[in-house]
């Protein structure tokens, strides 16, 4: 069950940056932001714990999903899987209509498959697709449709896995119940805070909005050995000067031993919508291999756009 259960979670999210990258898909930094300085926070009346404490406790990152159910939006959803020469072996691209106005529909504007996706009993030939499917582009409906029961993560093996997706995705810096994984997500406590470095900058968001960029990132002169222990590379953190919002994330994680290897690069952005805060684009990029598996390779981009609130909601 372990093993079953570390390949689930890993294998929703860890992509590697590829011989023939898509300069689209590769989500090295938030794309949509302009820096202008370094930030002295301590000049601002600010300090590391602030924005530590925003990112291990805030919910706000997560329930933007949630406020989608709320809204109408089209959404565009990219996909690549590639074989072990790099090259595109499978191809996905969806462009649908969600509609919230009364039952909740599901419309399919454009829909392209080709190459090596499924089995023959209909699910997907990689795992890492379909786990990636069931969390960001519901491939069973269940977070868009309002008022839908909560997980408990007893509901089955998808459930289960889905409330520790969540954590390593919208809560980064807490523990994770996950064999040879779990402490190494715990980059802010006191142990592991000895070998990262956090800087501060100033920008514009999306050309309008000001921000500050919290990126952590493991220091430079550390020594091999100690730099492949370290499972989160970097994080960096978008907060809206104004209210500190949360707007933008990209975390660059890699581990491997004996039993498994990944490297995962992954980009969320968030967009101002009348009051709500709601995901405009996902990006993922790598791979994971594990014994007894298929290594598998992935890259997603996910837009979503022309969002609009729907009466009572």
Same mark, same amino acid.
């Given at each position: ?57 805030? !919910? ?5 999903? +949630?406020?989608? $159910? ?8 990219? /996909? &690549? #899987? ?84 969540? !954590? ?5 810096? +807490?523990?994770? $119940? ?8 715990? /980059? &802010? #406590? ?124």
């Amino acid at each position: 069950m372990k093993k079953i259960l570390l390949l689930s979670i890993l294998s929703a999210f860890i992509f590697s940056g590829f011989a023939q990258e898509i300069p689209r898909f590769n989500p090295d930094t938030i794309k949509t932001i302009t820096l202008d300085s370094v930030v002295n926070i301590k000049a601002e009346r600010l300090n590391i714990e602030t924005f530590i404490n925003r990112i291990v406790n805030d !919910t706000s990152f997560y329930e933007s999903f +949630r406020d989608m $159910k709320r809204y109408s939006f089209i959404a565009e959803n990219r /996909i &690549f #899987s590639y074989d072990k020469k790099n090259k595109v072996d499978g191809k996905i691209y969806r462009k649908i209509k969600h509609s919230n106005a009364g039952q909740y529909k599901m419309e399919y504007l454009m829909k392209e498959e080709s190459g090596n996706l499924y089995k023959k009993n209909g699910k997907y030939q990689l795992y890492t697709i379909e786990m990636f499917d069931y969390i960001f582009m519901n491939a069973y409906n269940t977070d868009f449709i309002p008022n839908a029961p909560a997980s408990d993560g007893k509901g089955g093996t998808n459930e289960g896995y889905k409330n520790k997706l969540k !954590t390593l995705i919208f809560n980064p810096g +807490r523990p994770v $119940k996950v064999p040879f994984i779990g402490s190494k997500t715990e /980059i &802010f #406590s006191a142990n592991m805070r000895q070998y990262y470095d956090y800087t501060f900058t100033s920008g514009t968001y999306l050309d309008s909005i000001p921000v500050y960029r919290f990126k952590v990132s493991v220091k430079p002169d550390l020594s091999s050995w100690t730099k492949d222990g370290i499972m989160i590379k970097e994080l960096v953190t978008i907060f809206d000067k104004r209210n500190f919002n949360i707007l933008g994330r990209y975390v660059d994680m890699k581990y491997g031993n004996m039993l498994f290897d990944f490297d995962v690069k992954m980009n969320i952005e968030m967009g101002y919508f009348g009051e709500d805060k709601l995901p405009t684009k996902i990006t993922y990029q790598g791979n994971w291999d594990y014994p007894f598996k298929k290594e598998e390779r992935a890259s997603f981009l996910i837009v979503h756009k022309d969002y609009k609130l729907e009466k009572g909601k």
